[in-house]
């Protein structure tokens, strides 16, 4: 009797569960945002709405132990918002520019104009950085919003974290030309922002303070080490001075040569520079003295923030003004053009003269060769950093 009451009881599962499955929607989906909330975002937005973008960030071995962080955990959420903001043109004075207008992902997230375009048809003061020459924000320069990190933001490095940096460009009467109090009305109002804000943020307030720490987590969680130079490097784990077996003859030559001239100011592993600002021998054009401007000391004059190479084939114009249209020009400047300063850099002297280089033409064409390795083709491509406006 036993055996028959088990036998019927396991019976009517099966059927009910069969039942259950045969009645199922074939097409349900669970949505990670209410069916309200839905609606207002698919009006406006192309982002996942099953969930988010992975935005976490893990540094590939080789450029781990440099002193940059191996992992930045992102808030994906805070991250997606992040995105919207950072390509949000209303959020400038005549609803021409956002940060993307300067920051373009084919090109590494920098521009190719020798000054970056602004409200009103203006031009801001000099050429606009690559985001994307840095490995990671979050490894580079840290997280800290308190601003005691060594290394800080724009090209005289006026601005101790990212939220400061975010602050100064919506500012900028040449760039955005808004207030923090402006920018939050703009954002108020369009009807998607409080659903983003609302999954950002616990309070879900539309502030300064969540306005600015948003656009951070986008900018943090940008990651670029999946070049042809981080694939063989990983692969092979050989230091720089070794010819790398899957570069060609001319890439090799090019990496000898970076190493043993341009690394000591640059960095050897492409995570951070050794020296982090430095006067590289140009001669200061619209009375631009760098971080002089910013301090007024003799000593400072003409003295810009050392960037990192990531994407440099990608982010011409080069230098603070832009003046130098090619990496050809560049590699020109320091093979003959290097001026004498009081604040030349050391790396850059020989004894109390510029150094020259004196690169031949082939070991020109060597070190654009290896510089191109240095494009990740992955990052410029990624969906999860591109335009989310339909319209």
């Not at 009797?1 to 099966?14: D, E």
């Not at 203006?122 to 979050?138: T, Y």
């Not at 001319?250 to 600002?277: I, Q, W």
């Amino acid at each position: 009797m036993k055996q028959l009451n088990y036998f019927l009881s396991l019976l009517l599962v099966i059927i009910v569960f069969s039942s259950c499955e045969r009645d199922a929607p074939p097409d349900y989906q669970v949505f990670y945002y209410p069916p309200d909330d839905l609606k207002v975002l698919e009006k406006h937005l192309d982002i996942p709405f099953q969930g988010t973008y992975d935005y976490d960030v893990t540094l590939p071995q080789h450029l781990r132990g440099f002193g940059v962080a191996a992992n930045f955990v992102a808030n994906h959420d805070r991250a997606t918002l992040g995105r919207v903001l950072f390509y949000d043109k209303d959020l400038s004075r005549d609803r021409t520019i956002s940060c993307a207008s300067c920051h373009l992902q084919e090109k590494a997230f920098a521009d190719n104009e020798v000054k970056s375009p602004g409200i009103e048809g203006r031009k801001a003061q000099r050429n606009s950085q690559a985001l994307g020459a840095i490995v990671n924000f979050a490894a580079y320069y840290g997280v800290n919003r308190f601003g005691s990190n060594a290394i800080q933001f724009f090209w005289d490095e006026r601005a101790a974290t990212v939220m400061d940096q975010c602050k100064e460009t919506f500012a900028n009467e040449n760039e955005m030309g808004m207030t923090m109090s402006q920018v939050v009305s703009r954002v108020k109002e369009k009807e998607f922002y409080p659903v983003l804000f609302k999954k950002a943020f616990s309070n879900g307030k539309i502030s300064e303070d969540n306005v600015l720490d948003a656009l951070a987590e986008f900018i943090n969680s940008m990651g670029t080490f999946n070049s042809k130079y981080d694939q063989v490097r990983a692969q092979e784990n050989k230091p720089m001075n070794q010819p790398f077996s899957g570069f060609t003859a001319m890439e090799n030559l090019g990496k000898e040569l970076y190493v043993n001239n341009c690394a000591s100011c640059h960095g050897v592993d492409f995570s951070r520079p050794t020296v982090l600002m430095a006067h590289n021998g140009l001669p200061i054009m619209d009375n631009d003295r760098g971080k002089g401007n910013v301090t007024g000391m003799a000593s400072d004059e003409g003295v810009f923030k050392v960037p990192t190479l990531r994407n440099i084939a990608l982010t011409h114009p080069y230098m603070h003004d832009g003046r130098f249209a090619t990496l050809e020009d560049v590699i020109d400047h320091y093979s003959f053009g290097i001026e004498n300063h009081a604040n030349l850099s050391s790396n850059l002297k020989d004894g109390n003269q510029p150094k020259r280089f004196n690169f031949s033409d082939e070991e020109k064409g060597a070190l654009v060769a290896f510089f191109e390795t240095l494009t990740d083709e992955s990052f410029i491509s990624d969906k999860k950093y591109s335009d989310p406006f339909i319209n």
